[in-house]
């Protein structure tokens, strides 16, 4: 059994991850895994397992680390226990890669044999090299004709710098080269070192919240053992409790009331909030309280912020339930209530980027059957004040008065952009455009890599969607904090009819408020529905209006442009119009849909 692994038994256990770029198949390697091991049947194979959150299914795209625990019967007629924890793929998640890599000791970098090395897995390398890992690269997709294992490992050299002349060559699709694979997990990733009958000291991986059981934590134990039925204690809270439920995944929950160092396992304590079992926290034992706390993880800080508010003010309550619910297995998700004059009581929630955002509002409204309406999200700028003060301010009609403050700083990102040769000079212009400052700029095998700083709210807002679109969808990204620095930003506000409508405002850099005023008050005009009446819309600095327009009155039924004769168009425009309806948020007289909140998004100067 996987599960009963005595301590001589710890050189047969294998702790790995997978790092991949979206796309390049680790979803299907890791069922190819799971099903080479018996961990699944053919027929739930058909459902990819490790994805298990809906949206996630439907995006494709892998959020919640989750773990799964394998038999491996090798070649050398040994069986051997692998611990495979999932990463997710998105920049947007790029925290909760690095924490699985702690709990490892090495990594699959899965590379696309036809598209070559991105930009993110390259820095989940750097992470997980740097941890100390063994990366073995693996070059998939190999059934595809137009796959080049040669160019993809020359760019796994000379990108990442890792040896990949004898890269595995898989395809996770047809199977073709997976045992190979395995074999070379086994013998080139190194057993988890560690002291069964040492004080128990267990890392919290992650922490997830389940309706029936409470909190549940996935953890690595890095010594000792523990048992079902033993008072653990949380380090970083104090609190003890007692240890219900102890076991793997297998990927199904398996319970095996013991686990030992080396072990990756999950525990159920009774907690029932996940900031009493908070991730990156070392669990011990009631007894031994004076265990080492190991290396945590950083907390996690939002980088966008923005307003959501329910279309019906009725739903108020049932949004912040919602919420809160949400928030008890989404640790990164920040929020506190917020009142606007347009759009009544709401909250400002904070999200690690605007990906993160997008799935949230969807589990929102899918979840817990609401509607919101959001405000375009905004990042968080630091003001040096008068008084030596220093604040900081996510929210655009939160903004104080000018004269007030000293200087406003806006966050600084360090990208890494990694682009085929053909479509650099699109994205150097793109970057330019954008303020950024070119630090370097390095020819790496077909690709060049450049590292630019860029405003961070360039950045998170469409600019990876502008990437794809300038380099036919072969450029790729990473980015990261740097720093505050100062810039001469102003507010721009929008009036409807003469009246500032708080939840339009946007912080905005002085050079690009003239262009991007005007660009905002035309795509408005398009998106704002015409009314019985004149609608005027105005942005503003300060009280300087730079731009205007009108969308005009309407006649009374719309149905009447149809001629009569086409019955289902007439239907289908009914019917739209009714679905469009839901998104709307009457500010003053004036119906305004969600898309027109987010337009600020949409233009460029
Ligand atoms: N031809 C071919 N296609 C593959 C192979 N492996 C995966 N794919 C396809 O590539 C696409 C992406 O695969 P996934 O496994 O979902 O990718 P992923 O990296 O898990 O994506 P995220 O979950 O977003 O991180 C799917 O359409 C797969 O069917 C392969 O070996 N050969």
New binding site residues.
Partial sequence: MASHVSSDKLKHIRNFSII????????????RIIQLCGGLTDRELKE?VL?SMDI?RE????IKAQSVTLDYHAEDGQVYQLNFIDT???VDFSYEVSRSLYACEGALL?V?AAQGVEAQSVANCYTAVEQGLEVLPVL?????PQADPDKVAQEIEEIIGLDATDACQ?????G?GMEALLERLVRDIPPPKGDPDAPLQALIVDSWFDNYLGVVSLVRLFDGTLKKGEKIRIKSTGRDWQANEIGIFTPLRKETNILRAGEVGFVVAGIKDIQGAPVGDTITHAKTPNVERLPGFQKVKPQVYAGMFPVSADDYEDFRDALEKLALNDASLAYEPENSDALGFGFRVGFLGTLHMEIVQERLEREYDLDLLTTAPTVVYELAMDNKEIRYVANPSKLPDLSSVDEMREPIVRASILVPQEFVGNVIAECEQRRGTQIDMQFLGSQIQLIYELPMSDVVMDFFDRLKSISKGYASLDYSFERFQAAKLVRLDVLINGDKVDALAAIIHRDHAHGRGRALVEKMKELIPRQMFDVAIQAAIGSQVVARSTVKALRKNVTAKCYGGDVSRKKKLLEKQKAGKKRMKQVGRVEIPQDAFLAVLKVND
């Avoid at 991949?20 to 069922?31: E, P, R, V, Y």
């Avoid at 898989?170 to 047809?174: E, G, H, L, Q, W």
């Fill in positions: 991949a770029h979206i796309d390049h198949g680790k979803s299907t390697l890791s069922d990819q994805d996630e995006r494709g795209i892998t997710p793929g998105h899965v696309d998939n997709k190999m059934d595809l898989v395809s996770a699709k047809s073709l």
